[in-house]
T-cell receptor, first 111, second 113 residues
């Protein structure tokens, strides 16, 4: 059964800290891994990583795919209170278009 | 700038009622999804559609059905609502694989009494 596991489930840091969020996956016919940020409402898309694009960066956020370890990390440097959110990782299931999500990491950034 | 809309933000229904949740996207995406989100359980896929009139069951389809008669519209139906279907329901749409992460609707908070 395909699955996606995120760790830690929750994390509390202070502004300015750097955080690393983890996502591991077990899927057949892996094609891509996606990261989303969910604040109070719906998730918004951050990054998509594939075999041909294993590293992405946008401002203070960056993500790397490790196909050998079947995992990905999401790094946030110099965290701000606005980074407080649930970060979700998802992988298309079994070669289809169905996205399977992990349970998410709840990040709280305190001032 | 509207991309994915859902028919209701909040909905209260009684046990046994038939409930319709509608989702509309304006991006001509092939794929549409219905998820429910519950504390501690994350986002769980109920149904997925990859084309008009085409659907696949997700991880938790029991008690739900779907309809996709037009490309832009994907409806979730609770045939006979039960209290354990109280949840946040999120619709999403996404283009074919390799074209980004897609977009989610604002969600419908459904309470079944």
């Amino acid at each position: 059964e395909d699955k996606v596991v995120q760790s830690p489930l929750s994390l509390v840091v202070h502004e300015g800290d750097t955080v690393t969020l983890n996502c591991s996956y077990e899927v057949t016919n892996f094609r891509s891994l996606l990261w989303y940020k969910q604040e109070k409402k719906a998730p918004t898309f951050l990054f998509m990583l594939t075999s041909s694009g294993i590293e992405k960066k946008s401002g203070r956020l960056s993500s790397i795919l490790d196909k050998k370890e079947l995992s990905s990390i999401l790094n946030i440097t110099a965290t701000q209170t606005g980074d407080s959110a649930i970060y979700l990782c998802a992988v298309p299931q079994g070669g289809s278009e169905k996205l399977v999500f992990g349970k998410g990491t709840k990040l709280t950034v305190n001032p | 700038d509207v991309k994915v809309t859902q028919s209701s933000r909040y909905l209260v229904k009684r046990t046994g009622e038939k409930v319709f949740l509608e989702c509309v996207q304006d991006m001509d995406h092939e794929n549409m999804f219905w998820y429910r989100q519950d504390p501690g359980l994350g986002l769980r896929l109920i149904y997925f559609s990859y084309d008009v009139k085409m659907k696949e069951k997700g991880d938790i389809p029991e008690g739900y059905s779907v309809s996709r008669e037009k490309k832009e519209r994907f409806s979730l139906i609770l045939e006979s609502a039960s209290t354990n279907q109280t949840s946040m329901y999120l619709c999403a749409s996404r283009a074919l694989a390799g074209f980004g992460g897609g977009f989610f609707g604002p969600g419908t908070r459904l309470t079944v009494l």
